[in-house]
């Protein structure tokens, strides 16, 4: 039986086909999703914060954008993927709320895809879809068994990427 590995708010999962993995509710945070087509190996990560080096409190690594997506890689490669090989799917980066004004701690969800988009450049996996922004939130779903990213938000149609 293929097993449906459950990610927590700044946590992140691997696991290999038929195995996938989800992850509730991302509002402003954004899910990372990278996959090695080759193995059938995938991670997701539910990326809360942009920035770890903005952050006293910040032993946690798979809270961040620029110190979480090396950690799952770094996992995906003790599992056996190779990372010349992973590609990314995105999703969620909400705004979750409405505010007058254009504070930048208020813009979490936009400033969480910016930096996970300059992340996965500067490392170079390229990002082969993406569901981001606007203002509901996401739970997500990733199959490495066929590489789809499945995103459910309620009222709307389930979108896969």
């Known amino acids: 039986m293929a097993e449906m590995k459950k990610v927590g708010m700044a946590d992140l999962k691997v696991c290999r086909a038929p195995d996938a993995v989800t992850t509730l509710g991302l509002g402003s945070c ?4 990278l996959y ?3 193995s059938k190996i ?3 990560v539910h990326v809360m914060l942009p920035d770890s080096t903005q952050v006293r409190q910040n032993q946690n690594r798979a809270k961040f954008a620029d110190t979480g997506i090396d950690y799952l890689i770094e996992q995906m490669v003790v ?10 799917k995105i999703a969620g980066g909400a705004q979750m709320f409405a505010f007058s004004g254009n504070s930048d701690m208020l813009r979490v969800g936009e400033r969480n895809v910016e930096a996970v988009k300059k992340k996965l450049r500067a490392i170079g996996i390229r990002i082969l879809a993406e569901d981001t ?11 490495p ?8 938000s ?3 149609p389930v979108r896969t990427i």
């Open 42 to 44: 995938a991670g997701l």
């Open 30 to 33: 954004v899910g990372v999703a």
């Open 79 to 88: 599992a056996g993927a190779n990372k010349r090989n992973l590609t990314a």
């Open 154 to 156: 309620v009222g709307k």
């Open 133 to 143: 922004g606007l203002n509901f939130g996401r739970t997500v779903e990733f199959y």
């Open 145 to 152: 068994e066929t590489g789809d990213f499945v995103i459910k």
């Open 36 to 38: 090695d087509k080759t």
